[in-house]
């Protein structure tokens, strides 16, 4: 086992702050060695002042890449914090039936991770509008700065466990047997996500378009103050006027310093 310094750590954990707004307290070192370490071993480095060189110096961003996938933590599961979702169903869509314009309904799913909160949001859409789905625009944005989660969550195929906890009638419409152990979304679901590579850090979203629902769950528990601030900021920034955004039930929003209206636990609407 490759041990680190203090030194070393302080390096690597404010290099992964700085770039993805991650925030690793001392007591993570030894989480962080062991997911690093087969990737030290690997490269043939002798301690984390090699590797944290090799990842600074590297201009194709492959190191990075690596080392992100690593060290975020991409647990999630189909109708996790399930509150949400009925509010989304229940309140948010009707109200946004009423106010969207030309029928192009825009949802970001920012920090998605293995692809069950798109999907689930998708299921919800297809079974609210029905047959009127056609004639909506209802595509849902899905990111994340994982290119590893994001590539698992494209496939859409989950182990039959994993979905236990969905409604029995989703598993007969939305979903097909793969093998004894899995199943695969159907296509007219899995095609209404578009998957993403995006790091909530960047300065200024590209985004051209503003949203009308952003989910951001249990993404800023591990951003400290100042950094979920600003993000809050962004969100606030592209959203619609009476679009509405999702924290994380542990997670929460300074009413002071934001301009979201507060509408209940973790939900909050520009306004």
Same mark, same amino acid.
């Given at each position: 086992?490759?041990?680190?310094?203090?030194?070393?750590?302080?390096?690597?954990?404010?290099?992964?702050?700085?770039?993805?707004?991650?925030?690793?307290?001392?007591?993570?070192?030894?989480?962080?060695?062991?997911?690093?370490?087969?990737?030290?071993?690997?490269?043939?480095?002798?301690?984390?002042?090699?590797?944290?060189?090799?990842?600074?110096?590297?201009?194709?961003?492959?190191?990075?890449?690596?080392?992100?996938?690593?060290?975020?933590?991409?647990?999630?599961?189909?109708?996790?914090?399930?509150?949400?979702?009925?509010?989304?169903?229940?309140?948010?869509?009707?109200?946004?039936?009423?106010?969207?314009?030309?029928?192009?309904?825009?949802?970001?799913?920012?920090?998605?991770?293995?692809?069950?909160?798109?999907?689930?949001?998708?299921?919800?859409?297809?079974?609210?509008?029905?047959?009127?789905?056609?004639?909506?625009?209802?595509?849902?944005?899905?990111?994340?700065?994982?290119?590893?989660?994001?590539?698992?969550?494209?496939?859409?195929?989950?182990?039959?466990? %994993? &979905?236990? #906890?969905?409604?029995? *009638?989703? =598993?007969? !419409?939305?979903?097909? +047997?793969?093998?004894?152990?899995?199943?695969?979304?159907?296509? %007219? &679901?899995? #095609?209404?996500?578009? *998957?993403? =590579?995006? !790091?909530?850090?960047? +300065?200024?979203?590209?985004?051209?378009?503003?949203?009308?629902?952003?989910?951001?769950?249990?993404?800023?528990?591990?951003?400290?103050?100042?950094?979920?601030?600003?993000?809050?900021?962004?969100?606030?920034?592209?959203?619609?006027?009476?679009?509405?955004?999702?924290?994380?039930?542990?997670?929460?929003?300074?009413?002071?310093?934001?301009?979201?209206?507060?509408?209940?636990?973790?939900?909050?609407?520009?306004?």
């Amino acid at each position: 086992m490759i041990p680190i310094t203090n030194k070393e750590y302080s390096l690597l954990t404010k290099y992964i702050h700085n770039h993805y707004g991650i925030r690793l307290k001392a007591e993570k070192q030894t989480l962080v060695i062991g997911r690093l370490q087969n990737v030290l071993v690997q490269k043939g480095f002798q301690d984390f002042s090699e590797y944290y060189n090799y990842v600074i110096s590297d201009k194709t961003g492959e190191a990075a890449i690596t080392l992100i996938n690593k060290i975020t933590t991409n647990h999630t599961f189909f109708m996790r914090e399930v509150e949400h979702f009925h509010y989304f169903r229940d309140k948010v869509l009707p109200y946004l039936v009423k106010i969207v314009k030309n029928k192009d309904l825009r949802i970001w799913s920012a920090g998605c991770s293995s692809g069950e909160e798109p999907y689930t949001l998708s299921m919800i859409i297809d079974e609210f509008f029905g047959k009127e789905k056609m004639l909506w625009d209802t595509k849902i944005l899905a990111t994340d700065i994982s290119s590893k989660v994001l590539e698992e969550a494209s496939k859409g195929i989950y182990n039959n466990q %994993n &979905i236990e #906890n969905i409604p029995s *009638y989703w =598993k007969l !419409n939305y979903f097909k +047997k793969l093998d004894n152990e899995n199943s695969i979304l159907l296509d %007219n &679901i899995r #095609n209404e996500v578009i *998957y993403r =590579k995006f !790091n909530l850090m960047e +300065k200024a979203f590209p985004f051209k378009r503003k949203f009308h629902v952003i989910f951001c769950r249990n993404v800023m528990i591990y951003f400290d103050s100042n950094t979920k601030n600003e993000l809050i900021n962004k969100f606030y920034n592209s959203l619609e006027y009476g679009g509405y955004l999702f924290i994380g039930h542990s997670e929460s929003i300074n009413r002071e310093e934001t301009k979201l209206k507060y509408i209940m636990p973790s939900v909050y609407r520009k306004e």
